[in-house]
């Protein structure tokens, strides 16, 4: 979606249809060829690690059926259309049908088939969901736009969007590894510290991730402003509204990130409790490192549109590639020693790494 805001700026400005519709079918067809390539290699993890993991075969071809349908119903484009149309109200509408959908099958699942995969069932269908009502008002506004679209190669693209194929490299292998980060970790906690301590991760991972979506929602906003002031400027090389913005975004962001912080650490043990029993209230020191972790990726949420923006998504790769191997080196250390707060700790000081990594790229360039 990010390469449709930053190489649809100028078509939009200058009313091409058809050029607006070639960059969608070019970034359409990436997505089509990325969701095929991830079938295969979701298919090579789940029947392939899936028995070193103590997956049965059921289970595998569950997590298989899911990844697939997650994948196939792509909404890239869709995301990058509203956001280039400046259409944030219909992208939440999109974004809120997730919630309503999974708490909908949820119930249904939990009346009609309480198991693994009632529940991977309603996920599923809340993907299928929020990826339709994404092409319906992307249609719906992008039709004045956007003219006839129509499948796009790699060369034409390439030829029409100098640069379109390594920024969204960039951009997806940035995206891939922050998933990583995100999700390695429960593995690794349910090898070393059994299920019940991937349990407690898990639930403090998902109440940290809370913060997360702001941030990401924020992300989306953030990138679309940013591509628009650089647009306005970058061709004097004039870098002051960026900054600016920038400046302000960071602040807000951060004083966010502190008040969050402070309220979980004041009612995050009863937030527990009241949600899940106190069988959980073990998880609470895993919340707090972890949604401390939250708070660092929101306070440098301008970090990363910021630096693709201004054709820097090399610099955002490297950055998280050492953030990986930050993160794998303390597992390596904590996780054995101090179980599931261990990866937390991890997870806490590696997104710390990431975050002064990310503030002196953007201090530095945007000099």
């Given at each position: 979606?990010?390469?449709?805001?930053?190489?649809?700026?100028?078509?939009?400005?200058?009313?091409?249809?058809?050029?607006?519709?070639?960059?969608?079918?070019?970034?359409?067809?990436?997505?089509?060829?990325?969701?095929?390539?991830?079938?295969?290699?979701?298919?090579?993890?789940?029947?392939?690690?899936?028995?070193?993991?103590?997956?049965?075969?059921?289970?595998?071809?569950?997590?298989?059926?899911?990844?697939?349908?997650?994948?196939?119903?792509?909404?890239?484009?869709?995301?990058?259309?509203?956001?280039?149309?400046?259409?944030?109200?219909?992208?939440?509408?999109?974004?809120?049908?997730?919630?309503?959908?999974?708490?909908?099958?949820?119930?249904?699942?939990?009346?009609?088939?309480?198991?693994p995969l009632g529940f991977l069932m309603a996920w599923a269908c809340s993907e299928v969901v929020v990826s339709a009502t994404y092409w319906i008002l992307a249609f719906r506004h992008g039709r004045s736009h956007i003219g006839a679209v129509k499948?796009?190669?790699?060369?034409?693209?390439?030829?029409?969007?100098?640069?379109?194929?390594?920024?969204?490299?960039?951009?997806?292998?940035?995206?891939?590894?922050?998933?990583?980060?995100?999700?390695?970790?429960?593995?690794?906690?349910?090898?070393?510290?059994?299920?019940?301590?991937?349990?407690?991760?898990?639930?403090?991972?998902?109440?940290?991730?809370?913060?997360?979506?702001?941030?990401?929602?924020?992300?989306?906003a953030i990138f679309a402003e940013s591509t628009r002031h650089h647009m306005r400027g970058g061709q004097e090389g004039d870098m002051t509204a960026l900054r600016i913005l920038s400046r302000q975004i960071s602040a807000a962001a951060a004083l966010?990130?502190?008040?969050?912080?402070?309220?979980?650490?004041?009612?995050?043990?009863?937030?527990?409790?009241?949600?899940?029993?106190?069988?959980?209230?073990?998880?609470?020191?895993?919340?707090?490192?972890?949604?401390?972790?939250?708070?660092?990726?929101?306070?440098?949420?301008?970090?990363?549109?910021?630096?693709?923006?201004?054709?820097?998504?090399?610099?955002?790769?490297?950055?998280?590639?050492?953030?990986?191997?930050?993160?794998?080196?303390?597992?390596?250390?904590?996780?054995?020693?101090?179980?599931?707060?261990?990866?937390?700790?991890?997870?806490?000081?590696?997104?710390?790494?990431?975050?002064?990594?990310?503030?002196?790229?953007?201090?530095?360039?945007l000099r």
């Amino acid at each position: 979606w990010q390469a449709v805001v930053k190489y649809g700026q100028a078509p939009l400005r200058d009313e091409e249809k058809s050029s607006l519709a070639r960059l969608v079918g070019a970034t359409l067809t990436i997505d089509v060829l990325s969701a095929v390539a991830g079938i295969a290699l979701a298919a090579a993890i789940a029947l392939l690690l899936g028995p070193v993991l103590g997956w049965d075969r059921s289970v595998a071809w569950m997590g298989l059926g899911y990844a697939s349908v997650v994948l196939l119903a792509t909404r890239s484009t869709a995301v990058g259309i509203l956001r280039l149309l400046d259409r944030f109200a219909a992208a939440a509408l999109a974004e809120s049908m997730m919630p309503i959908t999974r708490m909908a099958g949820a119930l249904l699942a939990w009346w009609f088939n309480p198991t693994p995969l009632g529940f991977l069932m309603a996920w599923a269908c809340s993907e299928v969901v929020v990826s339709a009502t994404y092409w319906i008002l992307a249609f719906r506004h992008g039709r004045s736009h956007i003219g006839a679209v129509k499948p796009v190669g790699i060369g034409e693209a390439r030829r029409h969007f100098p640069g379109i194929l390594n920024f969204s490299v960039a951009s997806n292998i940035n995206l891939s590894l922050l998933a990583l980060i995100n999700n390695v970790p429960i593995f690794l906690v349910g090898m070393f510290a059994g299920t019940t301590g991937a349990g407690y991760y898990r639930l403090a991972a998902q109440l940290g991730n809370a913060m997360t979506t702001f941030s990401q929602l924020m992300s989306r906003a953030i990138f679309a402003e940013s591509t628009r002031h650089h647009m306005r400027g970058g061709q004097e090389g004039d870098m002051t509204a960026l900054r600016i913005l920038s400046r302000q975004i960071s602040a807000a962001a951060a004083l966010s990130a502190v008040f969050i912080i402070l309220l979980l650490w004041l009612v995050g043990a009863w937030v527990l409790v009241k949600m899940s029993g106190a069988a959980y209230l073990p998880a609470y020191p895993l919340l707090l490192l972890l949604a401390g972790a939250a708070a660092i990726e929101m306070a440098g949420v301008s970090f990363d549109p910021i630096l693709m923006t201004i054709d820097r998504q090399r610099l955002t790769v490297m950055v998280r590639l050492v953030e990986c191997a930050i993160l794998g080196a303390l597992l390596v250390v904590l996780l054995p020693r101090m179980g599931a707060q261990g990866a937390a700790l991890a997870v806490l000081i590696a997104s710390m790494g990431g975050f002064v990594m990310r503030a002196a790229g953007v201090r530095r360039h945007l000099r």
